[in-house]
């Protein structure tokens, strides 16, 4: 039987079709799955528990719901930070990777090691700055002083006797205890721990007088009475210690917070950029999610990718100046 023209004429587009189709994908130049084709890891690179890890598990879950897919919560600690960090930055360039840190592994670990194994601007694209955690300077009730005025004149008349614990040399709490002596113009002892557990033990025990802690891991000593709060490190006063004046009352220009944000390794595509920036904002409009964060002692951040940026560049600076007068070293 012969064949009309016609019909040969449809086979022949049909191998066409065919045949271009096979050469995208070869190429891969074949339409774009939608995002997210998969699950998506939100990289941690602290330990379980910490405030910033339960931050990191609650925005997973919002992102995830606001992505339409899954974002699953993967804690990756080591060396105060760097080891997740450093994963991350290697990550594929897709979107299927991103990072919930806080400021102290992305601001002030580049200035402590030699080599933290990432470039914390040119690796990574900034997504959203969720917002920031206050510390707190506390003291043991048996301390002679009930405000930082006071407490600047008690540690002026006898320098280096007065001793503050951190949770290890280098920490924000160390930082911030360097960076209090240098604006009141006073000498205080660093009394370094291995974590923040053990230096708030021994400040309740009254081993050590101050320290320089989040308000989450505090709160209930100070409502106890077994702390006396003097001031908190953000620039205004903290929402979750509404009746603690902020240091910068009393000493201007006195701020330390511990911020957290989202980023995905630099190199995503645009659009992919575009849609998690989209997708973070309204995670954060959310009432019930700002209630949750609130309740964590996060103050929120209305602040664009953008202003996160700027915000990185200026504390990598400042906490590198704090750390060089400091002294404060990894390695």
Avoid: C
């Avoid at 925005?59 to 919560?73: D, Y």
């Avoid at 002030?108 to 933290?116: F, G, T």
């Avoid at 917070?257 to 630099?266: E, G, K």
């Amino acid at each position: 039987m012969k064949t009309r023209p016609g019909m040969r004429l449809a086979r022949l587009a049909r191998r066409l079709v065919t045949a271009v189709g096979t050469l995208a994908v070869a190429t891969g130049v074949a339409h774009a799955q939608p995002y997210p084709a998969r699950p998506v890891t939100m990289v941690i690179p602290q330990a379980v528990g910490g405030t910033n890890d339960i931050v990191g598990r609650l925005i997973a879950q919002k992102l995830g719901e606001a992505l339409g897919g899954s974002v699953v919560a993967e804690n990756r600690p080591g060396a105060g930070g760097n080891i997740g960090t450093a994963y991350v930055a290697k990550a594929p360039r897709d979107g299927h990777t991103l990072m919930l840190t806080v400021s102290s592994a992305q601001a002030i670990n580049p200035a402590l090691y030699k080599n933290p194994g990432f470039d914390p601007v040119r690796d990574f694209v900034p997504i959203s700055l969720i917002g920031a955690v206050p510390n707190v300077l506390v003291v043991n009730p048996a301390f002679p002083a009930r405000t930082l005025k006071e407490f600047i004149e008690v540690t002026r008349a006898k320098p280096g006797f007065y001793q503050y614990a951190s949770a290890g040399n280098g920490t924000l709490n160390h930082l911030l205890g360097e960076m209090l002596a240098g604006y009141a113009g006073v000498r205080l002892q660093h009394v370094p721990y291995k974590g923040v557990a053990p230096a708030l033990n021994d400040l309740l025990g009254g081993q050590v007088q101050i320290a320089f802690s989040t308000p989450a891991a505090v709160l209930q000593h100070i409502k106890a009475g077994k702390l006396l709060p003097l001031g908190v490190s953000s620039p205004t006063r903290s929402p979750s210690l509404p009746n603690v004046p902020a240091i910068a009352e009393t000493l201007p220009g006195y701020t330390g917070l511990l911020w957290i944000a989202v980023y995905a390794p630099q190199g995503i595509p645009a659009a992919v950029e575009t849609q998690l920036q989209n997708a973070m904002k309204r995670v954060l409009d959310a009432a019930d999610t700002r209630e949750k964060l609130v309740a964590l002692g996060v103050d929120l951040a209305n602040a664009t990718p953008a202003q996160l940026a700027t915000l990185l560049t200026e504390d990598l600076a400042r906490w590198a100046k704090i750390v060089r007068e400091s002294g404060a070293t990894i390695d």
